[in-house]
């Protein structure tokens, strides 16, 4: 009996922990199993974090997005609102690593941008409102707004064809 409420116990300390580790959250973010956010990054509403996901310190994220699984969301990546982070996307903050914090470049991600799978974004750039980049691209260059660009490393194949 003593083993049995130890256990119980256990497990409801640790349930009280991730509570409260998740408690900077805000209203109606779902976030999945075995995701390590930072307590200092700043996410809005009604977003959802998917598996495995990394999200750094200073990060800041707006409302409405999808974050799929495995991403790295290093420290100074901002991402706007209703965008889509597809799954294994990898955000860097540093060109020429390892050096300080004070070298470290920021990312911004405008509203209703969607990053398809597996894409590599490299620091200092910003990728503009309703761009679309491809599975798989190595962005590293700035992307203006409503552009389709893809390859590696990635170039603009056109326009996107419709408005969110």
Known sequence: MLKFLMRYLKRFLESIKRLEYYAFLKFSNTVWKYTNI?????????????SY????????????????????????????????????????????????????ERTVIENEASIGAGSVIIPGITIGKQALIGAGSVVTHSVPRGEKWAGNPARRIGMRSRSI
């Open 38 to 50: 930072y307590h200092t990054a700043q996410i809005g509403y009604c977003n959802t974090i998917g």
């Open 53 to 104: 996901t990394e999200i750094g310190d200073k990060v800041k994220i707006g409302n409405y997005n999808r974050i799929g699984a495995k991403c790295f969301i290093p420290h100074g990546v901002i991402i706007g609102h209703h965008c889509f982070i597809g799954p294994c996307v990898t955000f860097t903050n540093d060109r020429y690593p390892p050096s300080g914090e004070d070298r470290w």
